[in-house]
């Protein structure tokens, strides 16, 4: 129900904007739409301790937050954007993006150099099912109502 990622499009090793940070960041997205939901907190490192957005980069949050739209209405659709609730927060005197992630009614891929792929919330991360799998689990999680 809780993901925790130190940035948003930033790669703390190299000091760039890495688009395998931004997928990071739209897989758990996706694992929780396609599971019970839950909260992704950006700009706190994996073991929850706040560490702030300035590594990213953004002149301010209205940025930050428009880029984070934008990426999820590209690589996951614009359908999808009902579920998710961002809003920034301060935890420990730092400054954090809060994501909430609502249980979505449809299935939500993250498109990965023109492949859709399918990811659940597995515990506390994040898997990629098979065709086979996805099928069988659509077919429990996504009942028509």
């Known amino acids: 129900k809780l993901d925790f990622k130190s940035t948003l499009r930033m790669n703390l090793h190299t000091g760039k904007s890495d688009t395998r940070i931004e997928l990071s960041v739209l897989?758990?997205?996706?694992?929780f739409l396609n599971s019970q939901g839950g909260t992704l907190i950006i700009g706190c490192s994996d073991d929850g301790e706040?560490?702030?957005?300035?590594?990213d980069q953004f002149a301010n949050e209205d940025k930050m937050?428009?880029?984070?739209v934008n990426?999820?209405?590209?690589?996951?659709?614009?359908t999808h954007m009902m579920y998710i609730h961002p809003r920034f927060e301060?935890?420990?005197?730092k400054r954090v993006l809060v994501v909430e992630c609502w249980p979505a009614r449809s299935p939500a891929f993250v498109k990965d150099n023109g492949v859709e792929k399918f990811y659940i919330r597995a515990?506390?991360?994040t898997a990629e099912l098979s065709p086979s799998?996805?099928?069988?689990?659509?077919?429990?999680?996504f009942k028509p109502n």
């Open 71 to 78: 990426i999820v209405k590209e690589r996951i659709g614009p």
């Open 65 to 68: 937050n428009l880029h984070l």
């Open 90 to 93: 301060d935890l420990q005197e």
């Open 123 to 125: 515990g506390a991360s």
């Open 27 to 31: 897989k758990s997205i996706a694992g």
């Open 50 to 55: 706040p560490i702030g957005l300035d590594a």
């Open 133 to 141: 799998q996805l099928q069988e689990y659509s077919k429990q999680r």
